[in-house]
């Protein structure tokens, strides 16, 4: 069930991820949340070494960090946060929110997946994490809102974004560049640019057979 006790206008989004690579849905779900709630801006924040995905290969921070700050050059909005890819060892989301808030003295929210969102127990601090800011969650697959009215959710305020699900993955974009497919539908040109520029995800072994771009998570 959906609790909006607290209006988000003004707010920063923050919106964390891998975005490896970014793309249109990374975008869109920013966008719309950054319309529906009248956020001041939304801070794209690449993760440094995530603690919940494997090592990313042949890939490097600066690369992803590179693709976000080229894709939201148009977008006056939207920034792109260092913190993470700039902190030695592990990024755990509850170090970044803790940093950031202080710089937010018009409040924060943290954009997010509900599949993300669902296995938050997984998390470094899970329960002050919920309790630290608002939450906007971006519908996945499978997952029904009906979850987030059950603890551990019910210490959260959590808003939902008003959007199809997302159907695009950034690891099926990555096995489309590797068999030499082209993605320029689904990711910004400043990031089809960059890959094809810079060799990224060619030499990658394909560890899965070809699937479907539909996948719940947002990459």
Same mark, same amino acid.
């Given at each position: 069930m959906e609790r909006k006790p607290l209006s988000l $206008? =003004?707010?920063? =989004?923050?919106? %964390? =991820?891998?975005?490896?690579?970014l793309h249109n849905a990374h975008l869109r779900v920013a966008r719309l949340a950054l319309e529906q709630f009248k956020l001041s801006s939304v801070l794209l924040i690449p993760n %440094?070494?995530?603690?919940?995905?494997a090592p990313l290969e042949g890939i490097t921070s600066e690369d992803r960090y590179r693709m976000v700050r080229a894709a939201i050059a148009r977008y006056p909005r939207f920034d792109v946060s260092r913190i993470e890819i700039d902190r030695e060892g592990r990024s755990y989301t509850i /170090?970044?929110?803790?940093?950031? $808030? /202080? /710089?937010?003295?018009? =409040?924060a929210c943290f954009i997010v997946g509900a599949d993300r969102l669902s296995d938050i127990t997984t998390w470094r601090e899970p329960e002050a994490l919920l309790r630290s800011v608002p939450f906007v969650v971006a519908p996945r697959e499978g997952i029904s809102a009906e979850l987030f009215s059950r603890p551990p959710f019910d210490v959260a305020v959590i808003h939902f974004v008003d959007m199809e699900e997302v159907d695009l993955s950034a690891s099926w974009l990555r096995e489309r560049v590797a068999r030499g497919e082209r993605i320029e539908e689904w990711v910004p040109p400043e990031v089809a640019a960059y890959i094809a520029d810079n060799g990224?995800?060619? $030499?990658?072994?394909?560890?899965?057979?070809?699937?479907s771009h539909r996948d719940r998570r947002l990459g």
């Open positions: $206008k =003004g707010s920063v =989004g923050l919106f %964390g =991820g891998t975005f490896n690579p %440094g070494i995530p603690p919940h995905r /170090d970044t929110i803790r940093a950031l $808030k /202080d /710089d937010c003295p018009q =409040g990224l995800y060619r $030499k990658r072994e394909l560890a899965v057979a070809p699937r």
